[in-house]
């Protein structure tokens, strides 16, 4: 499956970005985003698990990042909101390919699409 990131750039804090992630065909167990801050390891953002179609986000984005799925089912979005200096990284798109997972795992993913930045800053 190849995956097709889309949407990051620069934005003040408190500021918006919607992210966008087009996979070449739907034949994935789970579909999320991944991102990696300057110095710091892959931290799990949120996920759409194909088995329950329910969203799944971590702590810190709770309440501010909002992960959904386009008419075409291959297409998920990531719309964030009230955006801080700490949300700063790179973003990945990624899908999960074997049952059994965690999607808020990094390590769970077995296909990576490319990174988009996302920068925020005053």
């Known amino acids: 499956v190849q995956l097709q990131a889309s949407g990051g750039g620069s934005v003040q804090p408190g500021g918006s970005l919607r992210l966008s992630c087009t996979a070449s065909?739907?034949?994935?167990?789970?579909i999320g985003w991944i991102r990696q801050a300057p110095g710091k390891e892959r931290e799990g953002v949120s996920c759409i698990s194909t088995s329950d179609g329910l969203p799944y986000y971590t702590d810190s984005v709770k309440g501010r990042f909002t992960i959904s799925r386009g008419a075409a089912k291959n297409t998920v979005y990531l719309q964030m909101s009230s955006l801080r200096p700490e949300d700063t990284a790179v973003y990945y798109c990624?899908?999960?390919?074997?049952?059994?997972?965690?999607?808020?795992?990094?390590?769970?993913?077995?296909?990576w699409g490319q990174g988009t930045l996302v920068t925020v800053s005053s």
């Open positions: 065909r739907f034949d994935y167990y789970a």
């Open positions: 990624a899908t999960i390919h074997r049952g059994d997972y965690d999607c808020l795992m990094s390590y769970e993913y077995d296909n």
